[in-house]
């Protein structure tokens, strides 16, 4: 990483409120650079605290965007963080008809010219698209990163219709957790108190609310900018990683949306910026965004828009392991998507009908849903998981087998239950018998004809399903083989389906589409700059003596049958910030399940956060816990809050409700 201390333009930077038509005011950033002219704004809108939370990532860029003649903005989402008013569910009316109103009051500041951008990753980039699809006038250009345009199926809740085990439930509680932190008294005064009980009585569980909704409904298709991409008038730079569960979205902006206004980008990495990832490599991505931003807002001559619609890592074998500094690889251009030179080549399963009734505990070494480059968040060999899978292989004999695109599969089922689930993994198996994860698609059995409803099996008959597995950029070297694995259960990525026995998965009839494509294309020339930030903000972490947990640790009980799994998400522990903020974060996640009783699935999440301010005597913490069990009827979610204000408790809420299990 190349730390850039000259820019062209000097800067300065400025905390601001920014007024909304209710009178609340939104706590923003705003880095400048020090000129008479006007410039283009550029807007970073989140929940996550500009004042903590992302202020050392905000300072890898906001800085360096200002630099070169932008004013970059980083605004609280209301309710959050230093921001006024009350919050809400995830990408609520209100949030992005703030963020309307925020991009609306920039184009109109003196030092702008009127013209405006917004970035962001994960929930950043997912408002991006929401607020482009609301079409604001100043809005000309957007950068959308390991962001979704499906918040039912390709968002942190749901996946093939199915309850994402690990995802809602671990996402619900970390937003449990963050939600009910307080606002900071070094930058609202001695009001943060009050501002903060009020936004306690306002928090419910926000799995509440996801459980309340198991089917692709209205509540879903809000904010779901895949029910109108023609809503989306702003340019859009659409950019993921092979190892972020968002990537499909970046193939499906890139061939809805005209060509003139998209470009795509899918890398090796997990969910980060490309500037930062690991596995990498890493490219200069702030340079890349430049270059569209300067098109887009400056109009400036550059050959930003020449390049292919869309940019792909195409990885190389490589054995398994949970982390990769770098992966081996190439990048490659396609002028279109679907891309001309992508083949669809389909291998038919062969052999006998096969039961495939995986025990529950199948997924265990599935990896971390949401890596961000920890030691243990990919998936390690696969060898456990294939033996608890039904698997199908095909030899790769004289030439590579390059892949890029969304392999389809296609199964024919037999249930003699009503419920069922079909997980398929495609590995790369190398001649030491070592097997990589190279994808995976999940499909709930009630979802066959379509996420909108839930429709059970009937008993005893059989059917052909289909459904498309993750976006793929991989290359299968000669002697190596494809491996298709096929399981019925996927813990804890998939919640179990009551009373599951499996399936029975008659090959004739079944098929395995791979995007296959073909090698040393025109466009394959693409080169980056390497990385580049801004000066770090200084946020130290002291050294602890105590030992760490283990990021993944699985325990085994051989009497009982049971698993389970503990994660330690790596929050951050202690952080000490240059304005005297000592921050501390502390959470696992634990999920437990029997080897054949789907309804002991339990996941429990514990938070523990602390804001200390000695100059200030401020000292405030947070507890949460959050449970979810099932039986064959529902679910139980069981939450908890505690808040303290030095040793006083001010605020402690549980909450436990049921609800009946339709997709789950």
Known sequence: MRIRTDF????????????????????????????????????????????????????QRHPWYAGHGYASVRVDVRGHGNSEGMPGDEYSTTET??????????????????????????????????????????????????????????????????????????????????????????????????????????????????????????YWKHGSV?????????????????????????????EQLPPDRVRGL??????????RGRPGPAIGFLQETLRWWDHHLKN????????????????????????????PGRWVGDPAWPSPHVTTVSHALKGEPVIVDSPQHTGL???????????ADLPPDQRDEDARSACFEFPVTDAPVELLGRPALTLRLRLDVPHGQAIARLCDVAPDGSSTLVTRGVLNLSARHGRERAGAWPLGASEDVTFELNAVGHSFPPGHRIRLAVSSAYWPWIWPQPGSAGFTLDPAGSRLELPVRSQGTSEDKILFEEPEQSEPLGVSSPVTLDEQRPE??????????????????????????????????????????????PHSAQARSDWAVRLHRPELAWDVRIETRSELTCDAADFIASDEVV????????????????FPRMAG
């Open 8 to 59: 062209p333009y000097e800067t300065s930077h400025e905390d601001i409120r920014i007024p909304m038509p209710d009178g609340a005011r939104l706590y923003a950033r705003v880095w400048r650079p020090l000129t008479d002219e006007p410039v283009p704004a550029l807007l970073e809108y989140l929940p996550f605290r500009l004042s903590d939370g992302t202020a050392p990532r905000d300072w």
């Open 97 to 218: 008809a703030d963020g309307v109103e925020v991009i609306n009051w920039l184009a109109a500041q003196p030092w702008c010219t009127g013209r405006v951008g917004m970035f962001g990753i994960s929930w950043g980039g997912t408002n991006s698209l929401q607020i482009a699809a609301l079409a604001p006038e100043p809005l000309k250009a957007i950068v959308t990163v390991c962001s979704t345009d499906d918040r039912y199926d390709n968002d942190a809740h749901y996946m093939g219709g199915s309850v994402l085990a690990c995802g809602m439930h671990a996402w619900a509680a970390t937003l449990l957790a963050f939600v009910s932190r307080p606002p900071d008294p070094l930058f609202v005064g001695d009001q943060w108190r009050q501002m903060w009980l009020g936004r306690l009585e306002a928090v419910s569980p926000f799995i509440h609310t996801w459980l309340a909704h198991q089917i692709r409904d209205d």
């Open 226 to 254: 895949r029910e109108d991409y023609a809503a989306i008038e702003a340019a859009v730079l659409a950019v993921g990683g092979l190892h972020d569960p968002y990537r499909d979205t970046v193939l499906r902006l890139v």
């Open 266 to 275: 899918i890398g090796p990495w997990p969910h980060q910026y490309p500037d």
């Open 300 to 327: 400036t001559a550059n050959d930003v828009m020449s390049e292919p619609l869309l940019r792909s890592w195409v990885s190389e074998s490589h054995p398994p392991a949970t982390v990769y500094e770098e992966l």
């Open 365 to 375: 070494d599935a990896g971390r849903f949401l890596p961000c480059g920890n030691d």
């Open 552 to 597: 993944r640790l699985v325990v085994r009980d051989v009497a009982k049958g049971e698993w389970r799994l503990e994660v330690d998400p790596r929050p951050g522990g202690l952080r000490v910030y240059p304005d005297g903020l000592e921050y501390t974060e502390d959470a696992l996640q634990t999920y437990t399940i029997r080897e054949r009783d």
């Open 643 to 658: 808040c303290r204000d030095g040793d006083e408790i001010v605020f402690h809420r549980t909450w436990e409700r049921r």
